[in-house]
């Protein structure tokens, strides 16, 4: 089966490389974990595929009419917002069909009302739910207790059939417990001037 | 009836749409943090109208071209923040006034347009002001879901190659007209009063987004009927009337809110 998205020796950054080369190749229902430690790139990685990030050598191939979906690392939330969830997840054309009860309950509150997780299981619902084929989760765990993770790592598990999810974590066992591999990138090397640096990406299976 | 009916119909009528669809669109203004935006748009407004009418051309048909001519250069510079709308009020109110002080116009002219001739208008804008409106309410409920995941979900647009330019150059275009067509009815303060007054007090109370609407016209209507009677039956200008009481009501909720002490808006 063709992957829907392929990345051939990718340098990308802001400004200057950041992370690269990197080379994967994601299918449906598959579910890449991206670790490695703070300033490794992930998040530029992710951003390079959204074309929001320049590419400084190799390239991002996505499939014919792909549609994406995006979980940002920090998801906007203005201080004042009269928008429930419910009518963010319309703006989105999610629906909540299936939505765990927890969160079908909030669905009625203004968002800039909910707590700091709750927004965040929403956010990665309205990621999940829609009509993205491939899906990019950036932390997706970020602000979420325990029993929101777990309910998070469901959430992803019950609908990666019919999508490729890329996901950014520095949660391992997270990781080992969604992703169906684990791409690792390394430190960077050279102190911070992108030319000539190497960065390492090799792919496992989690343990 | 105390005021003679025959006279203030035409105003009326020439208002009251746009006090329904000013707060509307401060809403989605507000969201994309782009208040400021009506100031701006109204000082080229109320600069295009007075060059226009120079040229013999009533205000409302000069206000627009100023205003869209904002809306464009805007778009096309890709800016989208308050820092361009303070660019426009400099530029505005520094081209009004050369405008009037060279012209047989003169400044009392100019001033108008800030403090509004909404006593002065007729049929023509009561048009105008009603064809704005119903094109904001046409366009709105298409554009509105597509503005706030624009605001909330930058990537989406990109990621999915969406034409994101057909629906943020539309808000702006809708902005830009319908603002002119106040600032040349309502005038320059009153116009900026409406956007931005009803707006900020739906987004303190209103659950939801469909509220927020409701309570931002029903502030907006309210507040203009009111201003209507009160400059009539004092015998006062409206604009400023207009003004005071929805800075009045802003102060007031801040108080309601939390306190004297504490009540700033």
Redesign the interface.
């Known amino acids: 089966m063709n992957p829907w998205l392929r990345l051939e020796g990718v340098v990308a950054g802001y400004g200057r490389p950041v992370v690269g080369p990197v080379s994967l190749e994601l299918g449906p229902g598959e579910v890449l974990g991206l670790a490695g430690p703070n300033g490794a790139g992930k998040s530029t990685l992710i951003a390079a595929?959204?074309?929001?990030a320049p590419v400084f050598a190799g390239h991002v191939e996505r499939a014919h009419g792909l549609?994406?979906?995006?979980l940002?690392q920090r998801?906007?939330?203005?201080l004042?917002?009269?928008?429930?969830g419910q009518?963010?997840l319309?703006?989105?054309g999610v629906s909540a069909d299936g939505m765990p009860g927890h969160l079908a309950g909030i669905l009625?509150r203004?968002m800039d009302r909910l707590s700091g997780g709750e927004f965040q299981l929403l956010s990665l619902w309205?990621a999940l739910a829609g009509a993205g084929q491939l899906v990019?989760l950036d932390e997706p765990t970020n602000n979420l207790d325990p029993a929101h993770v777990h309910l998070a790592a469901e959430a992803i598990m019950a609908r990666r059939e019919a999508r490729a999810t890329l996901l950014v974590s520095h949660d391992q066992d997270f990781l080992q417990r969604v992703c169906s591999r684990i791409l690792t990138l390394g430190a960077m090397r050279g102190g911070g001037h992108g030319c000539g640096r190497q960065q390492s990406g090799t792919t496992h299976p989690p343990s | 009836m105390f005021w003679p009916m025959d006279d203030f119909l035409w105003p009326f009528l020439a208002g009251l749409p746009l006090a329904l669809a000013l707060p509307l669109l401060g809403t989605l203004l507000r969201?994309r943090d782009e208040w400021l935006a009506t100031l701006g748009l109204a000082h080229l407004a109320a600069a295009a109208a007075l060059a226009g009418m120079g040229l013999g051309l009533a205000a409302v048909w000069g206000a627009p071209v100023g205003a869209m001519l904002g809306a464009l250069g805007k778009t096309l510079a890709r800016q989208r923040n308050n820092s361009v709308y303070a660019v426009m009020i400099l530029g505005g109110w520094s081209l009004m006034l050369l405008i009037a002080a060279n012209s047989a116009l003169g400044h009392a002219l100019a001033q108008a347009l800030v403090d509004g001739q909404l006593y002065f208008a007729g049929d023509r804008e009561a048009f105008l002001a009603a064809t704005v409106a119903l094109l904001c309410l046409w366009a709105l409920p298409w554009l509105?879901?597509?503005l706030?995941?624009a605001?909330?979900?930058?990537?989406?647009e990109?990621?999915?190659h969406l034409p994101a330019w057909r629906w943020h150059l539309g808000f702006d275009l809708l902005v830009a007209l319908t603002v002119a067509v106040a600032t040349a009815t309502l005038g320059l303060m009153a116009t900026f009063a409406l956007v931005f007054v009803p707006a900020w007090l739906?987004?303190?109370?209103?659950?939801?987004?469909?509220?927020?609407w409701r309570f931002s016209t029903g502030v907006g209507i309210a507040a203009y009927g009111l201003a209507f009677a009160l400059a009539l039956g004092l015998d006062q200008p409206f604009g400023p009337v207009l003004v005071l009481l929805l800075v009045s009501a802003l102060i007031l909720d801040g108080f309601v809110r939390r306190g004297p002490r504490d009540a700033g808006v």
């Open positions: 595929i959204l074309g929001e549609t994406v979906a995006h940002p998801p906007i939330r203005p004042e917002l009269p928008l429930t009518e963010w319309r703006c989105m009625q203004r309205a990019l | 969201l509105t879901p597509r706030i995941r605001r909330l979900l930058p990537s989406f990109r990621a999915n739906a987004f303190r109370h209103a659950p939801s987004w469909r509220r927020a």
